[in-house]
């Protein structure tokens, strides 16, 4: 009752145009990557969460790997102090040209480039210990934000924070592609039966998470292209929408859910791996 009720709060909210997932997404890339880690791993990473008090964020706090996963979204609330972060949420490669990562990530201020240099920062026990847990909370964060579509991919609009859209019989003005994805999709297919939080086989694993940032990006972009626009604009992902809104009925919902799924799994799985990359 609690998710529906925030879910109907929030049909009246506009999200933030870099606030992936909300906190149930990020939350389950979290959840899904922990349960998949090496005993070794878990321990290092709770033994740098037990340092929260280090980065001085007392309303943003990351005792839990939960509440590290939101981390990176809390402190935009801080103002001034964490600004330079912004852009690191996402990289806006145009889906209606060739994949272009370069020009999307200028000076390392996007999100595949953020991933990289976080798991170096944390798998260097020389850097300080404020610094490593400051990597872990962005390293977690970030891949889900790698893995929300919109956050890959997008078509001048700021992620489809600018394409109005209704959400089967929801609507208002204040409703656009990108919070259906991050919040009213995504908590629809998260939580449609059989839980993803789970322990995945070894197989699942080496498949859900082979790859590279880079590769990761390019699939993530692809999704956007081929599922979220095309699904959102009557099957031509660089096209305009219809009378100007995009319109997401029940039947059209019920296909982007297992698509939907995927991404919080593959973000999760991969999460994992580059977890024990540098902490196991």
């Not at 210990?129 to 929300?148: I, P």
């Not at 699942?204 to 979220?228: F, K, M, P, Q, Y």
């Amino acid at each position: 009752m609690t998710r529906i009720l925030a879910l109907l709060a929030a049909l009246f909210l506009l999200p933030s145009p870099a606030m992936a997932w909300w906190e149930y997404g990020h939350e389950t890339v979290a959840q899904i990557a922990m349960k998949q880690v090496t005993p070794k791993t878990r321990a290092a990473v709770r033994a740098l969460l037990a340092r929260g008090p280090l980065l001085e964020t007392p309303t943003c706090p990351v005792n839990t790997i939960e509440k590290a996963a939101y981390w990176a979204d809390c402190i935009k609330e801080l103002g001034p102090r964490f600004s330079y972060a912004y852009s690191w949420h996402y990289q806006n490669v145009d889906v209606c040209k060739p994949f272009d990562l370069k020009s999307a990530c200028k000076d390392g201020n996007c999100v595949s480039a953020q991933i990289t240099r976080n798991v170096k920062l944390l798998k260097d026990r020389k850097v300080p210990a404020r610094e490593r847990l400051m990597a872990l909370a962005f390293l977690v964060h970030f891949m889900g934000d790698l893995h929300q579509p919109l956050h890959a991919g997008d078509k001048g609009d700021l992620g489809g924070n600018q394409v109005k859209a209704s959400y089967g019989a929801a609507s208002n003005a204040r409703m656009n592609l990108h919070g259906i994805w991050d919040g009213y999709l995504a908590e629809r297919a998260i939580s449609t039966p059989p839980s993803i939080v789970r322990t995945y086989s070894p197989a699942e694993r080496a498949a859900l998470g082979a790859g590279g940032v880079e590769e990761w990006s390019r699939e993530s972009w692809g999704v956007a292209h081929d599922i979220v626009y095309a699904s959102a604009l009557g099957g031509d992902p660089c096209g305009t929408p219809r009378e100007g809104k995009a319109a997401l009925d029940e039947a059209t919902i019920e296909t982007l859910i297992e698509p939907l799924r995927l991404e919080v799994e593959r973000g999760g799985i991969r999460l994992a791996r580059l977890l024990d990359e540098a902490l196991g």
